[in-house]
Structures are given as structure tokens and as C-alpha cells.
């Protein structure tokens, strides 16, 4: 892998890119094969694959709308890694395509017979019909993909021309783009995750689920710094001060996806109300309560302690590693979601679930890869960028 | 704390260039001039108020609870919506000198002073409130696990008594936070004391202060574990705050969202309140070129940004109680919009939803009159928002009990009281004390900054 220092184009852009897309090629096709022997299994765990690597995209949409919006320097070496991982949400808007053909395997409430007897269903039906359903689905992906693809442009168009109006438009896209994508991304979650159990509800579910992708793609985001470090890439550009910073942000974020997780969970087993409970009971009262064990210590616990101390945030191997561990744990948290309601009695870990997450996710990987090196790796022509190169914590 | 590295340019936080003796003389000079005549007449009515709500709670320990307009659905009434709302007020403070301490939000310093004593007074003002309505205060040691000869312990479920924990932790690291900050601050105004009684007293609470290399590294340090300590309580208290309500089974109250509504909910209210004095105390006192527009206009944003956080609870609240299909979640929804409470309801919409919108246009977000009518607006907007959760309570499950909540003159007294002694205090405080963190104020300045020496001021 090669970098032009005076554009900052990578002049070669290494295998990465053709790895992944083997992977994904591979990957997708062995899931084919999936859904030809288990058709329901192939949809839960495409619908766990695909769940994980949106969270993803979203949160690399978040991650440069928060910079835009708080005018953040010290992030500005990051810029475009965060754009490069946004702007996989169009291609995850094809993903969700195979999505719409399962809706009957997935969704209980999507079955007319069930509709017609189950009161409580059928009280919902204005919002948990299958019409609704592949609006909504179509609008998120419209709506983020129009948010990429502005802020996408805009931001390469900064590569050519020197304009402080650029800045200024991206911004007044972001403040409303963040509304549009708290609503979105709130509803997704609802959607796709939390109408599996039809009658369970919980008010913080959004912002649960937000919380999550946005650790997931902070943890990306550091794997892709250091996977660039260690080609030789951009070492002098992104700083171990640059780590730290994202080390404070996944430690900041793992915190408060904690304590996201212990309010819903703690509210419903304090009120012990049966219809709420009964979703917290399907994932404890059976083999899951190893996966929830798991949740609490190595979702929270184990990368707390980790990442607690500061040696730990300014080291890239130490980062890189517990970067890794936290997307593992992303994957379980979005498994432990959705597949109680397929496999009631424990976990059932199937090779469509591997395969369904190399498929998608090699895409998503050589995508984003030839988004990224496509532009100049750096966003140079920006007034912030001298700011963030000389960025010092103290 | 002083950061040379950053390339903020400073001027856009302190306005007018001025020197660090400018800023010490500026600051300094509010404690040691003469009592103006306008602090002598709200002192002596903010003081009356708060003799007032003495008064009032001598009265209630006379007469019980009864003299409050509680009926059987509504146990709690005013008095848990006072308490909400004070704790409320106080968490703007914390998150401004803790949470934006550690986002090297440097704009913060010129408002981090006051609000954080804004929080410890507000502090005060709420835990008057569960004190008095446990209805017998003298034995309100109870709710501290005590040991005692009748074995009797407090009950480490109820939330009420999480509340007594997470407030009293609230009150003690705040305090401590805020006094640390005073320290350099007290040892200028030691320094520059005429009188020797001034000289004794800020003397004795600057501990010693010298401003030396090896005392500043050690009060960086400790400030800085301080802002850690105090980050998480920002989230804790009102968390702690919620679950008053939120582990009930009561309709309206139990939703899992209510942990981090509250906590937006509490900075955004907080804000306003920071707002709303920081207004008065700039101009009053003359501070404009150090709380400048720059500084009110990210605090405009701040208010905006918690104000929807705030707008997307509520519309959570009203979405998954229609699709929870739970009739009893539903009503409690459609009463607090269209029952008899309707009014406090929509109040509480137009404050904190729709006041804020207006931030969105640069013009209105920097015009003072504008944001002082706001904040305003949204301080009675958060007030109302804890109105309606108590006391919408008032159609419970048995519709035979149905009734109207409504206070009366000793609940309103007492509101008004609280107010008095908020007033009070904060008066007390901006007469005797730096209210602007003056050695914090001086690190922004440009020519603290060792890259830019030399090129102006040395």
C-alpha cells in the first residue's frame, strides 16, 4: 500500500479491498445455499447481519454529523473514514431488499391468521402491517442515503475547491439531518428488531439500539486507523492523541450503552409487570442466560475494566484489540435481540449466521474500502486540518 | 486545564482584549465595591420570600400534610414536583463543569462559576422538599442507614431513599467541585483585601493558596479527577430521580425511556436557568465582554439540542403507548393531552418544544431579549412538565376516584419560598464571591497561550 504525501491519494490501495470482496462473494453464496436448506434460520441470521452492519453505516452518519455540527477539529483526520463507512447505507438499502421477501419468516405479526385472532395485534395493525412495514423500510434508506450522498459530495468537493460555503451547507444539512435520523434510526429499531416479539415494547429501544452501532462504529473506525497504521499509512497524520480521543469516546459510549441497557432492563424487573417482563424472562429462563451473562460482563464489565486506564486508550494494539472484542460483542447483542424468538430454548449458533455476516459484511468492507480510497484520504483542503494534525490531549 | 495546544482563536470567547489584571479587576471588583442599592432591594425581597417558606414549613409541622392539596390518587403534589424541578436546575451546572470541562468546551469558563453554584443552591431549594413531606422531619435521619438500638433499617428498595443517596452524593461532590474551583480565586481576592477581617476570611478558605508550579499542578489534577467523579453523577441523579416514578407500575410513569428523558430534561432546565441569571448577573454587574453573545449562543444551542431530546421522550411516551395496546397506558396519554390537565399539558409542549425551535435562526439565538423571554418560558415549561407526570395521576385505574388536583395557598407559598431562598442564596453568593472563575477566564486569554507570546501583550 502506497500514499501520494502531496494529495494524499493512495497511489496503491493494497488488497484489502480485493479480499473482502471475495469474502463477500464466497460468503453470499454459501448463505444462497442456506436459504435453500433453512429458510427461516437463513433469515434470522441474514436479519442479524444485516441489522449489524447498518448500525455500522449509521454510526459512521452520526459520527460526521456530530462533527460538522459541534465543529470538531481533533476529529478532522477521521472525516473521512467516518464518510467512507456512512456511505455504505445506500448499498445497505440494496441489503435490505432479500430482507423484504422474509417478511413472513421473521415477522409473527405479518401472518393474516394471527392478525385475526390476537386482539392485542390487531390493535396495532395501522403500524405492524407488511404495506407499512416495506414503506418505512424504503423511507430510511431513502432519507440516509440522501444524507450520505450530500455530505459525501460535498466534502470531496472540498478536495478541489476552496469555499467556506461548503462547510456551512453541510451543517445546515446535519442539524436537521440529525433529526431525521434520530426519528429513522429509532424507528428501524422498532422495525426490524423489536416487532420480532409483536407485543413486547419498550420506550428506550431506539436509543438503545443507537447506542450500540455508534460504539460499533467507533470500534470500526479504530480498526481501520490501525489497519492503515500498520500498512505504513497516515502515521504521522493520525496520532496516538487521535486514539486516545477515540479510546475516550468507545470507553464514553460503552458507559452509556451500560446504562442504556441496565435502565430498561432494571425498570421492567423492578415494575414486574408479565407483559414486559416476558421478553427479559425468554432471554434468562433457558441456555440464553449464558448469552445474557455475556452481555453484562463482556459487554460491559470486561471492556470497562479494559479501557479504563489510560496506557490502554493511547495504546493502537490495546485499541485494536478491545475495538474488535466490542464488535463481537455488537454481533452477540444484536443475536441475543432477535434470535429468542427463533430458537426459544438457547442459542443455536448455525454457519448461515457466519456466512450471512462475511457475506454482507465483505461488501460492506470492500465498499467502504473504494469509497475511501477513491478521494484523497484526508480531507485537505479543509481550514480545520492544521488544527486536528497538531492535536495534543493534555 | 491550560491548554497550550489547542488553537481555539480566544478572542472569539473574551471580547474588548483584555489583560489578565483587567479580568482580576472586572471580576474582583463586584465583592470589594459597595453594596449597590439594587442588590440591597432583591435581597431584602428574595430574603422575605425565604423567611416566608421557613415560616410556611413551620406552619406545615404544626398542621401536617393536610394543609397541602393532596387527595387519594395524588399522594405526592407539589411538593415531588418541586423537588424534580430544583434537582433539575442543578445538573446544567455539573454538566457544564464537569461534562463540557473533559469535551475541552472552553467557552464554558465564563459561566462555570455560577452555575455551579446555581446547582449547590438549587440542591438546597430541592432537598427541602421530600425533608418536609415525609411528614414527620424530625426523625428524617431515618432515611440514613443508621445503626440503632431498635434494629430498624431504612428500606434499600424503595427509590425514595436511592433519592436521599444519589442527592446527598450529588450535594457533597458539587460542593466540593465548586470549592475547589474557588480556591485561586479566593486567594486573589485574600490578596487584594483592605481590610483585615477580608484578609482572615478569604484567607482561611484559600487554604494557604501561593499559586505556585507544584500547588497548580496538584489543583489541575485534582479538578480534573473531580470533573470524572462528577460526570457520571450528572447521569446517576436524575436517573435516580426518575425511577421515583419509573419502577412504579402506574400508567404513565413506568416506561423504560424515563432514565434519560429526565436527564435531558433536567440540563435542558438547567440551561435555561443559567440563562436566565447569567443574563441579569453580565449586565448587571458588567460582565459582557466575558459572558459574551459567543458564549449565550452555545448555550442557545445547548437549550435546543435538549429541547428536542425532550420532545423525542414525549413523542416515544405517546407512540408505545398506543402500540403497547395497553388501554390503561392509552388513557393516561390521552388524559394528560385532552383531560382536564390538558392546559398544563400543552403548556409544557409549547415551553419545551416549541420555545426552543426558535434557536434555529442565528438572529433570534443571539438576541438577548429573545433568549431571556425563552428561558424563561422554558424554565415554567420544565416546571409543568413535572406537574403533568404527578399530577395527571389524578385518573387512576378506579375511575370512582377520580378527581381534580388543585393547591392550595400554603402549596403555592411554599413554591414561592423556595424561590426566596434560591435568590437568596445565589444573592450572597454573587455579593461575597468571584462569580466568574477568574484564573480559568485568564487561561483562554491569548496571551496565556505560549505559541502566540511575543506576538502581542508578552
Known amino acids: 500500500m502506497q500514499i501520494d504525501l502531496k494529495t494524499y491519494r493512495l497511489t496503491d490501495p493494497g488488497k484489502l479491498g480485493m479480499i473482502a470482496l471475495v469474502v463477500g462473494i464466497l460468503g453470499l453464496l454459501v448463505s444462497i445455499l442456506g436459504f435453500t436448506s433453512d429458510r427461516t434460520q437463513f433469515f434470522y441470521s441474514y436479519l442479524v447481519a444485516f441489522v449489524f452492519w447498518t448500525s455500522i453505516g449509521l454510526g459512521g452518519l452520526f459520527f460526521t454529523m456530530l462533527h460538522h455540527l459541534a465543529d470538531a477539529k481533533w476529529s478532522m483526520v477521521l472525516r473521512r473514514i467516518s464518510?467512507?463507512?456512512?456511505?455504505?447505507?445506500?448499498?445497505?438499502?440494496?441489503?435490505?431488499?432479500?430482507?423484504?421477501?422474509?417478511?413472513?419468516?421473521?415477522?409473527?405479526?405479518?401472518?393474516?391468521d394471527v392478525m385475526a385472532t390476537d386482539e392485542l395485534l390487531k390493535a396495532k395493525e395501522p403500524f405492524l402491517n407488511q404495506a407499512f412495514f416495506i414503506i418505512r423500510t424504503v423511507g430510511y434508506f431513502v432519507i440516509w442515503s440522501l444524507l450520505t450522498f450530500f455530505l459525501f459530495r460535498n466534502s470531496v468537493k472540498q478536495d478541489s475547491v476552496h469555499s467556506d460555503k461548503l462547510t456551512a451547507q453541510w451543517r445546515r444539512v446535519s442539524a436537521p439531518g440529525m433529526i431525521l435520523f434520530a426519528v429513522t434510526s429509532t424507528f428501524a429499531a422498532f422495525d426490524w428488531l423489536m416487532s420480532l416479539d409483536p407485543h413486547w415494547y419498550s420506550t428506550i429501544y431506539g436509543v438503545y439500539m443507537f447506542t450500540g452501532g455508534f460504539l460499533a462504529a467507533i470500534s470500526f473506525i479504530i480498526l481501520s486507523a490501525s489497519y492503515q497504521r500498520r500498512q505504513g499509512i497516515l502515521k504521522e497524520e493520525i496520532t496516538i492523541e487521535h486514539y486516545h480521543d477515540l479510546g475516550k469516546l468507545l470507553f464514553g459510549f460503552l458507559v452509556f450503552w451500560a446504562y442504556m441497557a441496565f435502565s430498561q432492563y432494571f425498570l421492567i424487573w423492578y415494575a414486574n409487570i408479565p407483559e414486559e417482563t416476558v421478553w427479559f424472562l425468554d432471554r434468562w429462563e433457558n441456555a440464553w442466560k449464558s448469552l445474557s451473562l455475556l452481555?453484562?460482563?463482556?459487554?460491559?464489565?470486561?471492556?470497562?475494566?479494559?479501557?479504563l486506564t489510560r496506557g490502554a486508550k493511547r495504546s493502537v494494539v490495546w485499541l485494536s484489540v478491545m475495538s474488535c472484542w466490542i464488535l463481537f460483542m455488537r454481533w452477540v447483542d444484536i443475536y441475543w435481540l432477535a434470535m429468542p424468538t427463533l430458537h426459544e430454548h438457547g442459542?443455536?449458533?448455525?454457519?448461515?449466521?457466519?456466512?450471512?455476516?462475511?457475506?454482507?459484511?465483505?461488501?460492506?468492507?470492500?465498499?467502504?474500502?473504494?469509497?475511501?480510497?477513491?478521494?484523497?484520504?484526508?480531507?485537505?483542503?479543509?481550514?480545520?486540518?492544521?488544527e486536528s494534525l497538531e492535536f495534543v490531549n493534555n | 486545564m491550560s491548554s497550550a495546544t489547542e488553537h481555539h482563536d480566544p478572542n472569539c470567547l473574551v471580547t474588548g482584549n483584555p489583560t489578565f489584571e483587567s479580568i482580576t479587576e472586572s471580576v474582583s471588583c463586584i465583592p470589594e465595591s459597595r453594596t449597590p442599592l439594587a442588590w440591597k432591594i432583591m435581597f431584602s425581597i428574595s430574603a422575605s420570600l425565604a423567611l416566608g417558606l421557613f415560616c410556611l414549613i413551620g406552619y406545615l409541622f404544626w398542621e401536617g400534610v393536610g394543609v397541602w392539596g393532596l387527595n387519594n390518587p395524588v399522594g405526592w403534589g407539589w411538593a415531588i414536583v418541586n423537588f424534580v424541578f430544583w434537582v433539575g436546575i442543578g445538573h446544567a451546572g455539573t454538566l457544564i463543569s464537569a461534562i463540557l470541562f473533559l469535551l475541552r468546551q472552553r467557552w464554558r469558563t465564563a459561566i462555570n462559576r455560577f452555575a455551579e453554584g446555581m446547582t449547590i443552591f438549587a440542591v438546597i431549594c430541592a432537598l427541602i422538599f421530600p425533608t418536609i413531606h415525609?411528614?414527620?422531619?424530625?426523625?428524617?435521619?431515618?432515611?440514613?442507614?443508621?445503626?440503632?438500638?431498635?434494629?430498624?433499617?431504612?428500606?434499600?428498595?424503595?427509590?425514595?431513599?436511592?433519592?436521599?443517596?444519589?442527592?446527598?452524593?450529588?450535594?457533597?461532590?458539587?460542593?466540593?467541585?465548586?470549592?475547589?474551583?474557588?480556591?485561586?480565586?479566593?486567594?486573589?481576592?485574600?490578596?487584594?483585601?483592605?481590610?483585615?477581617?477580608?484578609?482572615?476570611?478569604?484567607?482561611?478558605?484559600?487554604?494557604?493558596?501561593?499559586?505556585?508550579?507544584?500547588?497548580?499542578?496538584?489543583?489541575?489534577?485534582?479538578?480534573?479527577?473531580?470533573?470524572?467523579?462528577?460526570t457520571p453523577l450528572v447521569l446517576s441523579v436524575h436517573s435516580i430521580v426518575s425511577t421515583d416514578f419509573a419502577t412504579a407500575q402506574v400508567p404513565g410513569w413506568h416506561t423504560t425511556i424515563f432514565p434519560p428523558y429526565f436527564v435531558a430534561g433536567a440540563i435542558f432546565s438547567g440551561f435555561a436557568m443559567v440563562m436566565t441569571l447569567s443574563l441579569i448577573a453580565r449586565k448587571v454587574f458588567n460582565l459582557t465582554h466575558i459572558i459574551t453573545k459567543k458564549v449565550l449562543e452555545r448555550m442557545n444551542m445547548i437549550m435546543l439540542l435538549?429541547?428536542?431530546?425532550?420532545?423525542?421522550?414525549y413523542s416515544m411516551e405517546f407512540f408505545i403507548a398506543w402500540y403497547s395496546g395497553n388501554i390503561y397506558e392509552q388513557f393516561a396519554f390521552v388524559n394528560r393531552a385532552f383531560g382536564p390537565y390538558a392546559w398544563a399539558y400543552w403548556i409544557m409542549i409549547s415551553c419545551n418544544v416549541l420555545v426552543p425551535q426558535i434557536f434555529w435562526f442565528k438572529k433570534l439565538r443571539n438576541h438577548l431579549v429573545v433568549m431571556f423571554i425563552a428561558s424563561i418560558f422554558i424554565n415554567i415549561g420544565m416546571w409543568f412538565e413535572r406537574f403533568v407526570i404527578v399530577v395527571t395521576l389524578a385518573r387512576d385505574f378506579l375511575p370512582?376516584?377520580?378527581?381534580?388536583?388543585?393547591?392550595?395557598w400554603h402549596d403555592i407559598g411554599l413554591l414561592i419560598g423556595s424561590f426566596g431562598l434560591f435568590f437568596t442564596l445565589f444573592l450572597l453568593f454573587m455579593r461575597f464571591l468571584p462569580i466568574v472563575a477568574m484564573s480559568e477566564v485568564k487561561g483562554i486569554l491569548p496571551q496565556a497561550d505560549p505559541h502566540k507570546s511575543g506576538e502581542h501583550h508578552g
Open chain 1, 83 to 112: 464518510e467512507s463507512v456512512m456511505s455504505t447505507l445506500p448499498l445497505m438499502g440494496l441489503f435490505a431488499i432479500p430482507l423484504l421477501f422474509g417478511i413472513h419468516d421473521l415477522y409473527h405479526s405479518s401472518h393474516a
Open chain 1, 295 to 307: 452481555m453484562i460482563f463482556g459487554h460491559f464489565a470486561f471492556p470497562f475494566l479494559a479501557l
Open chain 1, 347 to 386: 442459542p443455536q449458533f448455525s454457519w448461515i449466521d457466519l456466512s450471512t455476516m462475511c457475506g454482507i459484511g465483505g461488501i460492506f468492507i470492500w465498499y467502504c474500502w473504494r469509497k475511501y480510497t477513491s478521494h484523497p484520504v484526508l480531507p485537505v483542503n479543509d481550514p480545520g486540518l492544521k
Open chain 2, 134 to 230: 415525609v411528614g414527620r422531619a424530625w426523625v428524617i435521619h431515618w432515611t440514613l442507614p443508621i445503626p440503632n438500638q431498635m434494629g430498624v433499617w431504612p428500606n434499600f428498595r424503595s427509590p425514595l431513599l436511592w433519592d436521599s443517596f444519589a442527592v446527598g452524593t450529588y450535594f457533597i461532590c458539587s460542593f466540593l467541585f465548586w470549592y475547589v474551583g474557588l480556591i485561586p480565586d479566593l486567594a486573589t481576592l485574600r490578596d487584594r483585601a483592605k481590610t483585615r477581617i477580608r484578609k482572615i476570611i478569604y484567607g482561611l478558605f484559600s487554604l494557604g493558596w501561593r499559586g505556585g508550579n507544584r500547588q497548580w499542578r496538584h489543583y489541575e489534577l485534582t479538578y480534573l479527577i473531580l470533573a470524572g467523579i462528577s
Open chain 2, 306 to 313: 435538549t429541547g428536542m431530546m425532550v420532545g423525542y421522550a
Open chain 2, 400 to 408: 370512582a376516584a377520580w378527581d381534580y388536583y388543585s393547591p392550595t
